[in-house]
């Protein structure tokens, strides 16, 4: 099974900030890595895709890169709406894995 | 518009059995995998396996093979969650969801699965 490893698994940020979150794979899914946002009680929401495509509906203020083993989701300036639990899954083989999630709190 | 809609809360005593569904509509069911997600309290998201409906081909995570049972109804476009027996480390939030390639682009709102004595 493919390991995927986020960090940090918390962060404190102020609206307006600008938050990274990475995310590293134990073995190579090329391009094949997706984010998500959940907030407490809720579905996750799929938010970039193929490591760098944006969700239809999802705000240009997200913006995902990287390939092989080592990916990030950058947040330019966080929102009130913002704050919200982050996951990454690779999507190259079975079974299909996640990160262990970044909470994104306020400061 | 695609929606997925869950089952209602459950709870259970260990031991007991469970069948948990989701409804899909907006979407030509057979033509997509559709999947099961476990969020167990206060942790991550873990995937639990597919399903194809158009032929009933299913993948299961080896974590969770012999431990559940997915299955579709093609006929009333539902998803299945079944144990035969729980036990209490399966209290958990179950997701439903749509995958587009390898993607879960469409989520149910989720089935919190209690069991306790």
């Known amino acids: 099974d493919i390991q995927m490893t986020q960090s940090p698994s918390s962060v404190s940020a102020s609206v307006g900030d600008r938050v990274t979150i990475t995310c590293r794979a134990s073995?190579?899914?090329?391009?094949?890595l997706v984010w998500y946002q959940q907030k407490p009680g809720k579905a996750p929401k799929l938010l970039i895709y193929a490591a760098s495509y944006l969700e239809s509906g999802v705000p240009s203020r997200f913006s995902g890169s990287g390939s092989g083993t080592d990916f990030t989701l950058t947040i330019s300036s966080l929102q009130p709406e913002d704050f919200a639990t982050y996951h990454c899954q690779q999507a190259n083989s079975f079974p299909l894995t996640f990160g262990g999630g970044t909470k994104v709190e306020i400061k | 518009e695609v929606q997925l809609v869950q089952s209602g809360a459950e709870v259970k005593k260990p031991g007991e059995s469970l069948k948990i569904s989701c409804k899909a509509s907006g979407y030509i069911f057979t033509n997509y995998w559709i999947g099961w997600v476990r969020q167990m309290p206060g942790k991550g998201l873990e995937w639990m396996g597919i399903i194809y409906p158009g032929d009933s081909e299913t993948k299961y995570s080896p974590s969770f093979q012999g431990q559940v049972t997915i299955s579709a109804d093609k006929s009333t476009r539902t998803a299945y969650l079944q144990w035969s027996s729980l036990k209490a480390s399966d209290t958990a939030l179950y997701f439903c969801?749509?995958?587009?390639?390898?993607?879960?682009?469409?989520w149910g709102q989720g089935t919190l699965v209690t069991v306790s004595s």
């Open positions: 969801a749509k995958l587009d390639s390898l993607n879960l682009d469409y």
């Open positions: 073995q190579d899914v090329n391009t094949w």
